[in-house]
């Protein structure tokens, strides 16, 4: 069976589907089931989903730990037990002005402690919050620290009485927007669930770069009564064209792609190959610079991405050493070798 290249696609996941689900494309076209995605979208949520592949997917918790960016639409008045508008109404309030939910905004930005919604993946005894709850279990969720880059008002359905609101917010790993909406709906004495969800970034990744963006309507209070137009093609060749799309869209790991990712690079010089392959100890003359402190991406001579190593002030820590070029040896991720 054809099989192509390991890397990196950016994809634009679909109202209505889950992530896992959405991974389906990627495994088709890549001819693949080793896939992993660097952040899952609730399933009424769409946007950017950053796909590792093959090889690449030993990547994913460096990735994961990006900061992200969304839009997002908040109705006010009504809360629902998931905090979206999946979920069953448990609780009904006045809705708040403009000014009042201005004012409530500029308590979020910074450093806050939140608490995650029941309905989440987040374990508690082993479980997830969101199983438990689902068995008519009560679960206390344990507040966390996040981080609110900005949050900024984009715009309201109306001044005097708030019904629905498109806010836009950066944010770091771990952070809930369905929590957020909540907690600033009770800060201006209201109450209120999250309607319509995009994410819009993962650190260097955008949206408007991934494969299926213009398939995604502009996000506005106007997609409330707006439908999406359907694509008219038969299943088959639109699963081909899909295939097409994704295949074009793949980015190999390159020294350009690994310094997106937030990783130095450095070139391994060609006889010192075999060393790192077998994860031996690393020195400084291995390497055509000197390896700068923190995550480095190697490459061979030849531009080939070999792994990554972490070096301290004192050593060097092998991440990994991708299989591809280990074909005989263990794979060393993760170990201490100094």
Request: net charge negative; aromatic share 8%.
């Amino acid at each position: 069976m054809q099989t192509f290249d390991s890397g990196i696609i950016l994809y634009a996941k679909k109202t209505g589907i889950t992530s896992f689900s959405s991974l389906w494309d990627i495994k088709h076209a890549l001819k693949t089931k080793k896939v992993g995605h660097t952040g899952t979208l609730d399933s009424f949520a769409d946007g950017l989903l950053v796909v590792l592949s093959g090889s690449m997917t030993r990547l994913v918790s460096h990735i994961t730990n990006f900061d992200k960016t969304y839009e997002a639409v908040i109705r006010f008045g009504i809360e629902t037990d998931t905090l979206d508008p999946s979920g069953q109404q448990i609780k009904t309030s006045s809705l708040p002005s403009k000014q009042d939910l201005q004012k409530a905004l500029l308590q979020f930005e910074g450093n806050q402690l939140q608490i995650p919604p029941a309905y989440s993946a987040v374990h508690v005894n082993g479980k997830r919050a969101s199983d438990l709850a689902r068995e008519g279990k009560t679960v206390e969720m344990k507040a966390r620290p996040v981080t609110i880059h900005e949050i900024s008002l984009m715009s309201v359905s109306d001044e005097d009485a708030v019904e629905y609101a498109h806010i836009r917010v950066s944010v770091s790993k771990g952070t809930y927007i369905r929590s957020l909406a909540r907690d600033i709906a009770y800060a201006c004495s209201s109450c209120a669930h999250l309607v319509k969800l995009r994410r819009t970034s993962i650190g260097p990744f955008s949206l408007s770069d991934a494969c299926f963006s213009s398939e995604l309507e502009e996000f506005s209070l106007s997609m409330l009564k707006n439908h999406s137009n359907s694509i008219d093609l038969s299943e088959t060749d639109r699963n081909e064209e899909r295939s097409i799309e994704i295949r074009k869209s793949l980015i190999s790991m390159t020294e350009e792609a690994s310094l997106q990712c937030g990783f130095h690079t450095v070139i391994l010089k060609q006889q010192h190959e075999s060393d790192f392959y077998h994860g031996r100890t690393l020195f400084n003359e291995y390497f055509h610079d000197i390896p700068l402190q923190g995550e480095n991406a190697v490459f061979s001579e030849n531009r080939k991405f070999c792994g990554l190593i972490q070096k301290t002030d004192k050593r060097y820590d092998y991440q990994f050493v991708l299989p591809s070029v280990l074909p005989h040896t263990e794979d060393k991720a993760g170990s201490n070798i100094l």
